[in-house]
């Protein structure tokens, strides 16, 4: 799906999942919120609508029902998870606009019938030319390809990825996190391959899902804040960041919830918002442990703390 702002396709990245729009416009649907509607949006797949809301500081949401998501676009969500994997984003983002046409329009049927041969001759010297690539992109895109075939025998299975992940929604009692937890987890019997828990976070935020994504970042950000005591964090110098574990990250998921319920936002404005004081990025801070330790007192809540929810298959 795309969003778009005076002609600016936004496509999918840590920051569509609230943008100020005049238009948005995708496959089959199309709403123009025109003068007098909302100028933030927000797509949540599990609701199958738009959250729309006036502006951020009132975070006020109203829903616009819309039309549901295609395989492709669903499978653009996971190849954009995928990419973000042991990169900077910027990296990622300069070659987004080129991705359809390297990818055939996204295609997940087109991606299941690639071989390993195509990806090492084609699909990593594309992104090396670019100086796009990470050390682990040639595994990743392979992975991808396994992936690409399992969730077209989902589709089969279930009449569409958007009716899978609504279902595996209500398996977990529509939680978000645990959903993430079951697509990404080594254990879990409904992991799909490259994807472990952080990047299937990061594959349902950009599906609409209301989730936080445990990366480097976010792991940091919350140990520095005293909110996750994590077992395995040897040097906290400078911008090192957590061992985590998969419980553990499961617990960062919850804790960043409990935070954003707290302050009246949604999970996703708080993830990226915490994001960008990590991030290296023009528009990020990129604050090293100790800048957010001394941010505590005026950032983090005294405690925050929940209990992980059990993964049914």
Not at 269 to 274: C, I, K, P, T
Request: glycine share 8%; aromatic share 10%; net charge neutral.
């Amino acid at each position: 799906m795309r969003f778009f702002e005076g002609g600016t396709s936004w496509g999918f990245s840590r920051f569509t999942h609230v943008l100020p729009i005049s238009v948005v416009r995708a496959p089959g649907r199309e709403l123009d919120p025109g003068p007098s509607l909302p100028q933030l949006v927000w797509y949540d797949l599990s609701h199958r609508c738009f959250y729309s809301c006036g502006s951020v500081s009132n975070n006020v949401w109203t829903t616009v029902y819309l039309n549901g998501w295609s395989d492709d676009e669903v499978f653009e969500g996971l190849v954009r998870s995928i990419l973000s994997a042991n990169t900077k984003w910027a990296k990622v983002e300069r070659v987004l606009p080129e991705l359809c046409t390297l990818l055939h329009d996204l295609s997940l049927s087109w991606y299941a019938a690639l071989s390993p041969i195509d990806v090492e001759r084609t699909l990593v010297p594309w992104f090396e030319q670019r100086k796009a690539g990470s050390i682990s992109l040639n595994q990743n895109l392979q992975r991808l390809i396994e992936s690409a075939g399992q969730l077209s025998d989902i589709s089969q299975r279930h009449g569409s990825l958007e009716n899978y992940l609504v279902h595996l929604s209500q398996r977990h009692n529509g939680d978000p996190k645990v959903v993430a937890a079951a697509l990404g987890e080594v254990e879990s019997p409904a992991k799909l391959p490259g994807l472990g828990v952080a990047l299937a976070a990061e594959f349902l935020k950009n599906v609409g899902y209301d989730v936080s994504k445990p990366d480097l970042h976010i792991n940091r950000a919350v140990g520095s804040f005293g909110l996750v005591q994590f077992a395995r964090w040897p040097d906290q110098r400078g911008f090192k960041a957590p061992q985590a574990k998969e419980s553990e990250l499961r617990t960062v998921m919850q804790v960043m919830e409990t935070w954003a319920l707290k302050l009246g936002f949604r999970v996703t404005f708080l993830d990226n918002a915490v994001w960008l004081l990590c991030a290296a990025l023009k528009s990020g801070l990129h604050l090293s442990n100790s800048d957010l330790a001394a941010l505590k007192p005026q950032v983090a809540p005294n405690k925050l703390s929940g209990e992980s929810s059990e993964i049914v298959p």
